[in-house]
């Protein structure tokens, strides 16, 4: 248990504290937890980074890379690694507040819930893993709100910004990278700072020349990510997950379909700095078939007009009807079902896949056979009687490609979209870094204010 409950604490390691103050930069701070002087590292606009801060979150990453810490970079390269993540999480949260974006405690108790569910433990248990770990599950909690208000930010950077044609999606069918199935990709990003000059772009070459030499002299993809990408998924090893080829940028296509697993690419000129990319393994795509059951139902619903107990003695009447009496059900749904959607058709809910009306109703299916009706039973909206009329297997490899084209177009898009966003952000924000080993080295300014 420990080793989810350490990687929960490193992705959450980045948010801030619940109650950080608004100092004066550069005047210390009495730290709230053993009243030593804590000093502010880092300004951004008009709030603070604290070196507590820091600090906490550099032992989340180091508690996470316990068993192979040689895939750390020097402490020193770390911090600027981490203080990097830190002052972005601080611009989002920033601008989020500034939108009106707000989680609730509901909302957190919800996230809560689902951390625990994640880790097979309740969320008593999750608090007491989390304590064990040596954190403060109060500020955890505050990290998991300041998560969810970041995603929220993002859904509403994209929402108006990403759109979709059918055109678009038959065209990344039709193509031939398309149905080479899936790569799994790890990267390094090493970014141009937005309107910078040749010197700056010149920079980040090397940087990233730098980064392919280590790797080629034998440094892990992984580790050399952690070391010298500044991604938002550098401290994870810049791994990208699986995908579709059309999932990555059009112009990094052609360099990955030419390479094998475990190769890495060239230092690639992208529209926002320099890439590499390692080709950690690829599959090809399966059919997809699935089982299809055809059935009907008949809905009753508690009201202002029938208690609940009337609504189930109304369902269990109905099967009685229904089975004993062999009344016909279609009739019977016709006149009594309460499901908008259905009852019209004589309960026909047509064919479909077995959680598409729900876990409930499809537990029920799987346990009947064709032409068997069910006793009644209870879900969210009501009592069902429900009768399975019969069940096949299809090949919706074609639907299911589609819906994944579509899907990885929005991702793809998505991704664009934000990431120019945050560089517009980081470029038009006020970050001065107080501690002169914890700059950038290619920062040549007296306060570190970002480019």
């Given at each position: ?117 994640q ?9 007491a ?25 993002h ?67 992984n ?52 890439h ?9 795509a ?48 016709r ?18 896949k ?10 029920q ?26 069940s ?19 991702n ?9 966003y ?30």
């Amino acid at each position: 248990m420990k080793q989810p409950i350490a990687f929960l604490l490193l992705a959450f390691a980045i948010a801030l504290p619940a109650h950080a103050q608004l100092l004066t930069p550069g005047t210390p701070a009495a730290s709230a937890n053993n009243g030593s002087i804590d000093r502010i590292v880092a300004v951004v606009n008009e709030d603070v980074i604290l070196q507590s801060e820091l600090d906490d979150a550099v032992h989340s990453v180091q508690q996470q890379y316990a068993s192979q810490p040689g895939q750390l970079p020097p402490m020193d390269v770390l911090q600027k690694q981490v203080l990097d993540r830190l002052v972005l999480m601080k611009l989002q949260i920033q601008k989020a507040q500034d939108q009106d974006i707000h989680v609730s405690d509901a909302d957190i108790d919800q996230a809560v819930a689902g951390v625990a569910q994640q880790n097979k433990i309740s969320p008593e248990e999750l608090r007491a893993e989390v304590e064990k770990s040596g954190g403060n599950f109060a500020q955890f909690r505050q990290q998991l709100g300041d998560q969810l208000m970041v995603q929220r930010l993002h859904q509403s950077v994209i929402h108006d910004s990403v759109s979709i044609t059918d055109g678009e999606v038959d065209n990344l069918l039709s193509s031939p990278t398309y149905k080479a199935g899936e790569i799994h990709l790890s990267h390094i990003q090493i970014s141009i700072p937005s309107g910078a000059d040749a010197a700056a772009i010149q920079a980040s070459q090397t940087k990233a020349e730098q980064a392919l030499a280590a790797i080629k002299g034998g440094m892990d993809f992984n580790a050399a990510a952690i070391r010298f990408s500044d991604a938002p998924d550098a401290l994870d090893g810049g791994d990208l997950g699986w995908r579709k080829m059309d999932d990555i940028p059009a112009g990094f296509a052609d360099t990955v379909a030419a390479m094998k697993p475990g190769e890495v690419s060239a230092a690639l000129r992208g529209p926002t700095g320099f890439h590499i990319l390692k080709l950690v393994d690829q599959r090809q795509a399966d059919r997809q078939v699935v089982t299809e059951f055809h059935a009907r139902q008949i809905l009753i619903k508690p009201s202002e007009l029938v208690t609940p107990a009337q609504a189930e003695q109304k369902a269990r009447d109905l099967y009685n009807r229904i089975v004993s009496k062999h009344e016909d059900f279609a009739a019977l749904a016709r006149d009594n079902s309460k499901d908008d959607t259905t009852a019209n058709a004589g309960g026909d809910m047509g064919w479909f896949k077995q959680q598409d009306w729900g876990s409930t109703i499809g537990t029920q299916l799987a346990g009947l056979k064709d032409n068997e009706v069910s006793q009644p039973f209870q879900s969210e909206a009501g009592w069902h009687v429900l009768q399975r009329l019969g069940s096949r297997q299809s090949d919706l490899t074609n639907e299911i490609a589609r819906d994944q084209a579509r899907e990885a177009i929005g991702n793809r898009k998505a991704e664009q979209v934000y990431d120019d966003y945050l560089r517009d952000m980081r470029s038009n924000a006020f970050v001065n870094v107080l501690v002169p080993e914890l700059r950038d080295t290619d920062d040549h300014s007296s306060t570190g204010t970002s480019p």
